[in-house]
């Protein structure tokens, strides 16, 4: 277990309908990052953030959206859902920002997304 | 595009053999990490080695990398069923924002 949550398992919603997935990093980690993992590839960096900032974006379009909270909670937003966003939600937490030193990251379990 | 390529993109071996999975990237990095992923879920960190280092060793795994050739290799020795996962390299760069780029993966199968 890394310490990692997700909530929920699995989601199912509608095309053009929101979404709020939620991950709870381990107490002290400053950084959390999200992607994406469509089956059978690899994960796709959403964004990062370090101490409530997003510091970092990967290719996504601006309907996807986080907040991070001083509790180490967190939350991806996807607004105008298309049938393209159906796949693994993944959240990981690190303690400081990854790459400046030797920060492993922790990952969640997943939330599962199917957009009909 | 994908920052990390993993070849092969499957590995079937017999349970006690060497596995040897290679990554490629395109791009200067801080490190590169390997993690492993069972059935869909949540990925495992393996190991890490940063840009300045050569080879690391955890256990049964070693790993290479080369930032010249922009590529690093993750050896499994003495492999084991329980080793059948998906194993992906990743590297992490701070050009315009930190970013963790994930490659497409190897799935490994051992087989008993």
């Known amino acids: 277990e890394t310490g990692v949550t997700q909530s929920p398992t699995h989601l199912i919603k509608t095309r053009g309908q929101q979404v709020t997935l939620r991950c709870s990093s381990q107490?002290?980690?400053?950084?959390v990052s999200w992607y994406q993992q469509a089956l059978g590839q690899g994960p796709q960096f959403i964004f990062q953030y370090y101490r409530e900032e997003e510091n970092g974006r990967g290719n996504f379009p601006p309907r996807f959206s986080g907040l991070q909270f001083p509790n180490y909670s967190s939350e991806l937003n996807v607004n105008a859902l298309e049938l393209d966003d159906s796949a693994l939600y993944l959240c990981?937490?690190?303690?400081?920002?990854?790459?400046?030193?030797?920060?492993?990251?922790?990952f969640g379990p997943g939330t599962r997304l199917t957009v009909l | 595009s994908q920052q990390g390529e993993e070849d092969p993109q499957a590995l079937s071996i017999q349970e006690g053999e060497n596995a040897t999975m290679n990554c490629s990237y395109k791009t200067s990095i801080n490190n590169l990490q390997w993690y492993r992923q069972n059935s869909g879920r949540g990925l495992v960190h393996l190991i890490l080695?940063?840009?300045?280092?050569r080879e690391k060793h955890s256990g049964r795994l070693r790993v290479t990398l080369d930032t010249s050739k922009k590529s690093s290799s993750l050896l499994i020795t003495a492999s084991r069923a329980a080793d059948t996962a998906s194993y992906f390299c990743a590297t992490v760069s701070n050009t315009g924002g930190f970013k963790t780029i994930f490659g497409a993966g190897t799935r490994l199968f051992v087989k008993a």
């Open positions: 990981a937490s690190s303690l400081g920002l990854a790459g400046v030193n030797t920060d492993t990251q922790y």
């Open positions: 107490s002290g980690h400053n950084t």
């Open positions: 080695i940063r840009s300045n280092e």
